[in-house]
């Protein structure tokens, strides 16, 4: 598989969209600084993407921004994800049981992209999850839930690959480390996120396997370390792996 983009300027325009995704509405010389690009290559990209319908300008402050036809796109992508109408009343229940945030993911390359999220609302502290967001597997609770149920192989692969960074002072950075907490997901049939991706949340999840049997989706439940405690994560596993066990029979 080649490593560069066989049509340079298919690269440069999703670029530009992701840029502005990042930045919302901005003036072309600031596009220009975040792109690296000069001026008149920027303004044909955004001309193109204009044209499209995937850009607009402000007819008054002159900046560029992203229009809702990505949201349109992403509504589109959604509504064929059969797996959503499966398992949203059992994440609902989940969240309102618990009292707190729950996401679902699905497996994508080396992270795992939120693709529903239930709010909890009897807590005033909420979550800076988007769905549409990713998460890397090595240092989540959702990762490790799906590596859990994948070949040694296939685990080594993703670790291998994957940026491993120390996200916070309890991430782990060590291939034998994280061999070992798969192997007590394995034992326990869920997994933990003890502040490795974001410091003062913890989270608990689960896999769900796809149709065929194979780890493609997980999930978790999140809150602040406060609300946390080890005695609550074994009260809380009990819910998760009964949530588990009614979304995979309804799968069937």
């Not at 990505?70 to 969240?95: A, C, G, Q, W, Y």
């Not at 890397?136 to 940026?163: F, H």
């Not at 060590?174 to 192997?183: A, E, R, S």
Request: charged share 25%.
């Amino acid at each position: 598989m080649e490593n560069k983009n066989p049509i340079q300027v298919a690269d440069r325009l999703f670029l530009v969209l992701e840029t502005l995704a990042e930045t919302g509405p901005v003036p072309l010389a600031d596009l220009c600084r975040h792109l690296d690009l000069n001026k008149s290559t920027v303004h044909r990209l955004l001309s193109s993407l204009i044209y499209m319908g995937y850009v607009k300008q402000d007819s008054e402050t002159g900046k560029y921004a992203l229009s809702f036809k990505l949201l349109t796109l992403s509504n589109k992508l959604m509504s064929h994800m059969d797996i959503l109408e499966t398992v949203r009343p059992f994440l609902k229940k989940l969240s309102e049981e618990t009292g707190e945030t729950v996401h679902f993911v699905q497996l994508d390359g080396l992270d795992a992209v939120y693709i529903y999220k239930e709010e909890s609302y009897q807590n005033s502290i909420r979550m800076v999850s988007k769905v549409g967001s990713r998460i890397p597997l090595y240092c989540s609770g959702v990762g490790k839930a799906m590596a859990a149920d994948m070949k040694e192989t296939q685990i080594r692969e993703i670790w291998d690959n994957s940026p491993i960074r120390k996200l916070t002072p309890h991430t782990i950075i060590h291939y034998t480390q994280f061999l070992d907490k798969i192997k007590e997901v394995q034992q326990k049939g869920y997994a933990l996120d003890d502040e490795e991706n974001e410091l003062g949340v913890r989270c608990i999840a689960v896999s769900i396997p796809d149709f065929k049997g194979r780890p493609k989706y997980a999930f978790s439940i999140s809150a602040p370390v406060a609300r946390m405690s080890d005695k609550r994560i074994e009260e809380l596993s009990k819910i998760v792996l009964h949530i588990k066990k009614e979304i995979t029979a309804n799968m069937r």
